[in-house]
Structures are given as structure tokens and as C-alpha cells.
């Protein structure tokens, strides 16, 4: 079955150390299918002069040219035609553009594996049936972004009684409804089952404020959970540290600090990143990260604040293995973690704007385009 699969199919999720070869292997197989099946992503590595014989090492991976999620919201790249992609997603949108990937079969049954090896480990599975409060959208057919396929799909972990929506679909689109929250709050907190909270870190802590500027407390029952993701997008100025959001999760729904949690992921890179009860987020066998000097565009050692490059061999439809967010991270030591996880853990730092930065993209779109591709 490959690589791929022996990666994919790993007993410990977290043996990064375990994996180092098998990581190489199957990044080197999957740049190579990329080479041979994508005439643009063939331009750009040829262009660097890289050829994907060249990753034999972990060392290697750091000179495999990378994409940035800015080129990816302006380029469509795809190594497999659309009707292979059974399911496909976009980003969130920046000024109205949107990276957009696709997951071939092997790539559907490869994240499916991940994700059900990390919600085992971290004992997010349960049979016990949950209300859920959805702090995201509503499905809708118009809207196809990751992060509402993601929240909404979090909620087959366990039988949903009851799903309840903050941004909710109407005549003239999304809008949000705290009033519906709160009446399903309301019967959640009279529930003999837990409720899990689902969504955008922003609008969970909005549902706090409100609840607070009206004088209402909802405790719910024992075992109830707020699984966080998507990060705070646009109100991201409205941020508040982790004590604060954690003390008003206990003083609105007495929901403890270890029952509150956070995932990491982006659409260009769709690994599950999934925090540990000191609320780190270790790095999967699935991928690896590099953190990368803002100037120079080089390997920076742990403890070193720069941009996060984020590797997966996940996917055939899209050539994401190598992805250049906008962020600014720090990888530490896993040893420095009190959880017991020895893989290493990311720390986001904030966000940068990247047209001032000059990367392989960028250089990789001007050769495009001196290719009439």
C-alpha cells in the first residue's frame, strides 16, 4: 500500500522520532507523483532546481521548495482531475480569494485515519449521546469552506441529540443568532446529557460576553466540552489570552480548564492539530514543521520565533506538501512539555502579512508566467 499508508496506519500518533525515514520516504513519493502529474508544480521545482530524489534525509526537507497560502489563494494546482476529488473545500477567503484542495480517495482515507487515531488518543470519542452548540455556520450548498465542513463533521464523534447553530442561513445570507444559542442553552443546562461546544474561538467567547452583559449562567452537566478551531479570523484584535477565555468557560457553563480545547490546521495543509492538557500542539507523525527566519528564509533552530512551514504527504489531488503560512511560530523540544509527549509542539505567535516577503512562490509565479503557464 506505500508509504502513505504505513505513515497514515502508525500506532502512535505522536512518534515523530519513530517516523523520521518513513516520513522522507513517503514525502519523496508524493513529490514525485506531484512532479510527474502537475506541468505547474514540475515548473516550479525545476525552476529551484530540485528534482524529488533529493529528499533522502530529514535534513532534506528543508530545501524542498515550498508554496505560500497567498499563491494558493491566487493558483489553482491540481495533479488529479476534479471528478477524482470526491470532496473538496476552500479556505475561508482573503479580500474574496480562496486556496481550494481536493481529496482523492487514498487522501480521504488517509485524514480519516488521522483523525480517527487522534480523537483516540485524546479520549475525545464517546458513545454517549451530546447536544451540541455549533459556534460556526450552518450547512449550506454555498458554502463549501473546510472550517464548516470540519465543525459540523466534529459532531459525529459522538450521537448528536441536538445541533444548534451561531451563524445561521437566511434570505439574505449568514447572520448571527446568540437568542437561539441561549434557548439551547437553556434546555441543555436542564439535560441529563453533556453538551459539546463546537467552532470559532470568537464567537464562543462573544456567547460568554453576552451571557454576561444579561445576567445568565448555564451550568451544564458533567462531561461537557469546547472543542475550539478556525482561530479568530477577523476579529482577531478582540483576542483575549487563554485564562481569561478558560475562567469564563468555568463562570458561565462550569466547564473546567482541562475540558476545554483547541485544534491548529489550515486548509492548505489539512492535519489534525489537536492540543494536550497543557494545551500544546505536538506535531503528528503526519507532518513535520519548519520554522523558517523572516528574512533570510532559512531553518531556524527550536526556540526560535519565524514563519511556520507545514509538510504533510497527505494528499495526490494537490501538491500542498510544503506550505509557507502566515504565521509566526516557535517549535519547542517535546521534553519541555509536561504532558509526556515527546514529539515537538508548536507555539503560534500571531499573524504577518506576506507580500512584502519575497518567497519561493513568488519567484515560482514569475517564472510561471515567463512560461506562458
Not at 526537507?61 to 489563494?73: A, I, S, V
Not at 477577523?234 to 487563554?242: L, M
Request: with cysteine; charged share 25%; aromatic share 14%.
Amino acid at each position: 500500500m506505500g508509504d502513505r499508508y504505513r505513515l497514515f496506519t502508525w500506532k502512535d500518533p505522536y512518534d515523530t522520532a519513530g517516523t523520521e525515514d518513513l516520513f522522507v520516504s513517503a514525502m519523496r513519493d508524493n513529490c514525485a507523483f506531484h512532479y510527474a502529474h502537475c506541468p505547474e508544480y514540475r515548473a516550479i521545482l525545476d525552476g529551484f532546481g530540485f528534482r524529488p530524489e533529493q529528499l533522502q534525509s530529514p535534513e532534506d526537507l528543508g530545501d524542498l521548495p515550498f508554496l505560500t497560502t497567498l499563491y494558493l489563494k491566487s493558483h489553482q494546482l491540481f495533479s488529479l482531475p476534479r471528478s477524482r476529488m470526491l470532496i473538496r473545500a476552500t479556505s475561508s477567503g482573503t479580500r474574496g480569494k480562496k486556496s481550494e484542495i481536493g481529496f482523492e480517495a487514498g487522501g480521504l482515507w488517509a485524514g480519516f485515519h488521522m483523525v480517527l487515531r487522534i480523537l483516540r488518543y485524546h479520549h475525545f470519542l464517546s458513545p454517549v449521546p451530546t447536544n451540541y452548540l455549533i459556534l460556526g455556520y450552518q450547512p449550506h450548498k454555498s458554502n463549501q469552506t473546510a472550517v464548516a465542513k470540519t465543525a459540523t463533521g466534529y459532531t459525529y464523534i459522538t450521537p448528536a441529540i441536538h445541533r444548534e447553530y451561531a451563524l445561521k442561513y437566511g434570505k439574505d445570507g449568514y447572520y448571527v443568532d446568540f437568542d437561539g444559542l441561549i434557548r439551547a442553552l437553556e434546555r441543555y443546562s436542564r439535560s441529563r446529557f453533556p453538551t459539546r461546544f463546537m467552532g470559532f474561538p470568537s464567537y464562543t467567547y462573544f456567547l460568554m460576553e453576552e451571557l454576561e452583559r444579561r445576567g445568565l449562567r448555564y451550568p451544564l452537566p458533567k462531561g461537557s466540552k469546547i472543542f475550539l478551531g478556525g482561530g479568530w479570523k477577523q476579529f482577531y484584535r478582540e483576542r483575549v489570552d487563554k485564562e481569561t477565555f478558560y475562567a469564563k468557560a468555568w463562570d458561565r457553563f462550569a466547564i473546567p480548564e482541562e475540558h476545554v480545547y483547541e485544534s491548529f490546521g489550515a486548509v492548505e495543509h489539512p492535519i489534525y492539530y489537536a492540543d494536550c492538557r497543557a494545551h500544546h500542539f505536538h506535531v503528528p507523525v503526519y507532518s513535520r514543521v519548519i520554522i523558517r527566519d523572516v528574512r533570510t528564509l532559512e531553518p531556524v533552530p527550536h526556540g526560535t520565533v519565524g514563519l511556520v512551514n507545514l509538510l504533510t504527504p497527505m494528499l495526490k489531488s494537490v501538491p500542498v506538501l510544503s506550505i509557507m503560512t502566515d504565521d509566526l511560530g516557535v517549535l519547542h523540544d517535546g521534553e519541555s512539555c509536561p504532558c509526556g509527549v515527546k514529539s515537538p509542539w508548536l507555539e503560534i505567535i500571531g499573524r504577518v502579512g506576506m507580500a512584502d516577503i519575497k518567497t519561493c512562490a513568488a519567484g515560482a509565479d514569475e517564472l510561471r508566467k515567463g512560461m506562458g503557464l
